[in-house]
């Protein structure tokens, strides 16, 4: 993948500076050891790259080990790489201020602490373009990540993807710290985030990310979440997926992200927006214009009592009080027999999760719950991710929460009124698909039969792992 094209007078001298550049771009050399330059300004600097206007995105690996040269190398997402030589020497152990990087496409300007730390790249130009580039240092204690990828806005003047890249540090469990890098308009913003609430399943780890304050743009502000999934021991990737949100001005705009190099392929996405739908419901949609409803909706043609926040685009599914029209309980959206693409071992359902806030109480009684269900077969359905109301002193209007043993009551992750990331997930195997079926069904099972019993669901992912 690293073909780096070099000038020279003779076919030797090619082959030898051809041989140097790969010795120190190769970011994932076994033999190198990140911990001998911890604390030290030399090592290996990860970070992310943007054009203003978010045509180009890449990634970026700056490798500093000798003094005479540093080289740093953008490897885009569209497999092709640029090459930048460092113009001055780099004194080991000293601060490095302000370093001219150079290349046939790039330059740019270097700095970082004596010990690795607080380090920059500012005057970034690439092909006579304004760009940015965002760096840490990557260490034994808290590798880099970075990953490139881009944000859909169906509502934009310009609806074509554009640059939402993240920069991760940390070694991918437990917290972890997060850099956003996004275009809009003409330039690029930046902005913090983390992860948190990660599990295991299988070869795999996944977490909830999201911005910590937002990405500031000018009096408005980009607010995102989402999920992310890692490889953690057979399999290496990373992949974040997940929505936006910009407020503060009179457009108001949302939307969804996700990074280049995916860890699953999406098996069906289902966003609720237009008629082209991937999924079918046990009894046709239908709303009493008030309380009783179980449709797809942009809120219009429901009780304008009924707020949840945080919508993607304009349009979500919505059940309330689902037998007031005479529908019988349970009622179900369905995904039926989906193509298996990799026959991979895991599989995961992500979702947006709401429901109407009731003020001082919610309504969930014992017998209300929405039950997330996968089958190989359409016949034998197992539980996948369980909505319960808590236990509380009463049978009656609790909270809905993720029920995380199978008890019947919701103990987990609440459900509030502001939509929010879910995920369950599941494995393809000889136990659960003991007929070695090619297709899986998702369906969402709905046992709510009174009024301000509820739930809203907006963008579900089925993502099987490669």
């Given at each position: 993948m690293k073909k780096l094209l070099i000038l020279s007078l003779s076919a030797l001298f090619m082959a030898a500076c051809s041989q140097d550049e790969q010795e120190l771009t190769t970011p994932n050399d076994t033999a190198f050891d990140l911990k001998i330059f911890d604390d030290t300004n030399f090592g290996v600097y990860e970070g992310i790259f943007s054009t203003a206007k978010g045509d180009?995105?890449?990634?970026?690996?700056?490798?500093?080990?000798?003094e005479d040269v540093a080289m740093a190398t953008l490897y885009f997402n569209d497999g092709t790489t640029t090459v930048a030589r460092s113009k001055a020497p780099i004194v080991k152990g000293e601060a490095i201020d302000l370093v001219?990087?150079?290349?046939?496409?790039?330059?740019?300007?270097?700095?970082?602490d004596a010990d690795g730390s607080n380090s920059?790249?500012?005057?970034?130009?690439?092909?006579?373009?304004?760009?940015d580039i965002i760096t840490a240092k990557s260490t034994s204690r808290v590798p880099v990540t970075s990953l490139t990828g881009s944000y859909v806005c169906v509502d934009c003047a310009n609806p074509s993807p554009r640059t939402?890249?993240?920069?991760?540090?940390?070694?991918?469990?437990?917290?972890?710290t997060y850099t956003a890098q996004a275009s809009f308009r003409g330039n690029t913003y930046n902005g913090n985030g983390a992860q948190d609430g990660c599990a295991t399943a299988g070869n795999f780890d996944y977490c909830n990310v999201g911005d910590t304050g937002g990405i500031s743009l000018g009096a408005g502000t980009i607010n995102w979440n989402g999920t992310v999934i890692y490889g953690n021991s057979l399999v290496d990737c990373t992949q974040l997926i997940g929505q936006w949100y910009f407020t503060g001005s009179a457009n108001d705009k949302t939307g969804t992200f996700s990074t280049d190099n995916p860890c699953a392929s999406v098996l069906a996405f289902e966003d609720f927006e237009d008629d082209t739908l991937t999924y079918t419901t046990s009894v046709a949609e239908f709303t009493d214009g008030g309380g009783d409803f179980f449709l797809r909706t942009d809120g219009n043609d429901i009780s304008g009592a009924y707020v949840v926040d945080n919508i993607v685009n304009n349009s979500f599914f919505a059940a309330m009080d689902i037998d007031g029209e005479g529908a019988s309980l349970p009622v179900y959206l369905e995904f039926t027999d989906l193509t298996l693409a990799s026959g991979a071992e895991q599989l995961f359902v992500e979702l947006l999760l709401a429901e109407d806030?009731?003020?001082?109480n919610q309504d969930w009684d014992d017998s209300d719950n929405v039950i997330i269900q996968y089958s190989f077969d359409n016949t034998t359905w197992n539980d996948l991710l369980n909505i319960e109301g808590e236990s509380g002193g009463s049978a009656f209007n609790n909270t809905p929460r993720v029920d995380t043993n199978?008890?019947?009551?919701?103990?987990?992750?609440?459900?509030?009124?502001?939509?929010?990331?879910?995920?369950?997930?599941?494995?393809?195997?000889?136990?659960?698909?003991?007929?070695?079926?090619?297709?899986?069904?998702?369906?969402?099972?709905?046992?709510?039969?009174?009024?301000?019993?509820?739930?809203?669901?907006?963008?579900?992912?089925?993502?099987?792992?490669?």
């Open positions: 180009a995105r890449a990634t970026v690996t700056i490798k500093i080990i000798q001219a990087f150079g290349g046939n496409d790039i330059s740019f300007l270097f700095s970082a920059s790249v500012t005057d970034v130009v690439y092909k006579k373009e304004a760009a939402f890249n993240v920069m991760i540090s940390g070694d991918g469990t437990g917290d972890q806030d009731d003020g001082s199978g008890d019947g009551f919701g103990d987990g992750k609440e459900v509030t009124n502001v939509f929010d990331n879910f995920v369950g997930t599941f494995q393809n195997n000889g136990t659960t698909n003991p007929t070695a079926s090619g297709t899986v069904s998702i369906r969402i099972q709905f046992q709510l039969n009174s009024g301000d019993e509820d739930i809203a669901i907006d963008n579900i992912y089925i993502l099987e792992a490669l």
